[in-house]
């Protein structure tokens, strides 16, 4: 009998509370949470944008955590390629790499430009300073609109079909 009640208190704590009717994460709320916790630990992201031709550029960039939108923010110089590059073409992909190697996340969207003062004083991380010392003038915001959301992460057990290695995928609705 004490056997039993150690099986049954196992079983209780793997499948926690959930009973017939009560409310279990989303497949999408899983693969979210995943991709969150990649982003989290991942300091910097690549920032994919098309150039005039049409060939993609990457960089390095530092974004703040998703909010509740999953939509992304992140800083930049209002002369630098990223901002002509989209302003002619909105379309982006970020790159987030797990630092430990077992994993990624992709985020294709849409990008615009934010020369808010409210918005550009919320999202300003004080490291930046030395890259805008006529912060005023030079300091405008990019935020990123997902489209698309890929994460591996393997940590959790998220992977790609092994046969067509297809990768769990959030396709978001865009209003």
Not at 60 to 69: L, Q
């Amino acid at each position: 009998m004490r056997t039993f009640v150690r099986w049954i208190v196992a079983l209780f704590l793997v499948l926690g509370t959930r009973g017939p009717g009560s409310a279990q994460p989303s497949p999408d709320a899983e693969l979210l949470a995943a991709a969150r916790e990649i982003i989290q630990t991942s300091r910097h992201a690549a920032l994919v944008t098309l150039t005039e031709s049409g060939a993609p550029r990457a960089r390095t960039m530092d974004p703040f955590p998703p909010d509740s939108a999953f939509m992304i923010w992140m800083g930049t110089n209002r002369s630098s390629r990223k901002v002509a590059d989209i302003e002619r073409d909105p379309r982006v992909v970020l790159y987030y790499q797990d630092p430990d190697g077992v994993g990624y996340v992709t985020i294709e969207g849409r990008a615009r430009l934010v020369d808010d003062d409210g918005e550009k004083k919320r999202r300003w991380k004080d490291e930046w300073a030395p890259f805008y010392p006529d912060r005023a003038r030079t300091y405008l915001l990019i935020v990123v609109r997902p489209e698309r959301l890929e994460v591996v992460n393997y940590r959790r057990g998220v992977m790609g079909d092994t046969a067509t290695w297809r990768v769990p995928a959030v396709e978001f609705r865009l209003p």
